[in-house]
DNA sequence: CACTGGCTATGACAGCGGTCATAGTAGTGC
DNA sequence: GCACTACTATGACCGCTGTCATAGCCAGTG
């Protein structure tokens, strides 16, 4: 989880999302982001000549795309794979990490969401993009799980309102409670929505 | 929704309020608030001397009471109340304010949380709080309703995760699809989780 | 050698943030 | 009249922000 090897450029993007999802967009400096990619301030310029609001953009571009690559892997490590048994890996990611790492950190889309969408329009839409490339692949998977067509959609965006919602309440009260909760309710509605036993 | 009438404390918090929840906490200056609340500047430090902490803190309180209070008048006009009916209602709040005055504001708790949960110790627990008295009313209208208390936190912790979540997707593809589409999703197992026939 | 282009390194600037200090006003009780 | 309290009104301060400007380094290339 520390700065990858990467080159400077990617590395910045990565940092500007850690530090967007820990303390939001408004209170993430251009400095600070340099500072924790390990790369020259003046790097920043020249990579981001768009400023800030093209760095947060890229970032939240970033983060979409790996939350989408993340169902891809969910789906593969799980020995039979169920809508439940997806949305529950979905879930663990999060608790995972506020067991492991402490719950400093949130979903860097909400904050952008947050913090950006009445403010700056492009980064508004960049989380809207960022929520459909990771609502896509979840619908895709439910598709092939044996959840008809029509629905596959309206639960992926259920599956993925709820982790959202779970990651605000478990930060907010420091308890993963909320995300095993909402993980255990949810599977079997899930599971029920499979019409093909494959 | 523009100034109330209460006094020059109360609108200060009010409108720290609104402004949080359109912009996020660090975006949203002191001056400004004092503005938004037709207050003078120097009410800020008499009113509020534990400064812009103190302030929020109140904000995200009233934010939370406000939902919670909005429980008991949900259900009191539902003409044959059910959990999908509460929840429906608590939805529609949302879907109506978007569709009428545009998708600007989000939940100044969810705003509180992205914000301060890392940096700010007080505000992370007046938002754990101001969850919880959401909640508990929630909670109890399902035992009210007939779901069995065991069930009825999960259900409602559930029911707040989902909204929670489906705003942040509304705001930021402004399109009140995700919200309606919890509802639509979620109705039929509230109402499942139902075991007296009143 | 010179020259170019990608990248780095600083410094300066203007703006805004929260907060403190101080002075002023309004109203009330005596 | 006076004194006291509640509140208002400004102005100043310092720190930090994003951004721009400028200069330096240091390959590669011819």
Redesign the pocket.
């Known amino acids: 989880m520390t700065v990858a090897e990467r080159g400077?450029r990617e590395r910045m993007v990565f940092s500007a999302a850690q530090l967007i999802r820990r303390d939001g967009v408004a209170a993430?400096?251009?400095?600070?982001v340099a500072a924790h990619a390990g790369?020259?301030?003046?790097?920043?310029?020249?990579y981001f000549p768009g400023?800030?609001?093209q760095l947060v953009n890229e970032a939240v571009d970033w983060a979409g795309r790996y939350a989408g690559r993340r169902v891809a892997r969910f789906l593969a490590a799980l020995p039979e794979p169920t809508p439940s048994g997806l949305f529950a890996e979905m879930v663990r990611q999060w608790t995972d990490e506020y067991e492991t790492a402490g719950f400093a950190r949130g979903c860097p889309v909400a904050a952008a969401t947050v913090d950006c969408a009445e403010s700056t329009a492009s980064t508004r839409e960049a989380a809207a993009a960022a929520f459909a490339t990771w609502t896509e692949p979840v619908a895709r998977a439910l598709v092939d799980l044996g959840v008809p067509k029509e629905r596959a959609g309206a639960l992926a965006t259920l599956m993925i309102s709820a982790v959202e919602g779970a990651i605000l309440l478990a930060r907010a009260q420091q308890d993963v409670g909320p995300l095993t909760t909402v993980a255990r309710e949810l599977g079997p509605l899930l599971d029920a929505a499979v019409t093909r036993d494959d």
């Open positions: 400077p993430t400096g251009m400095r600070e790369a020259p301030r003046g790097s920043l310029q020249h400023g800030k609001e």
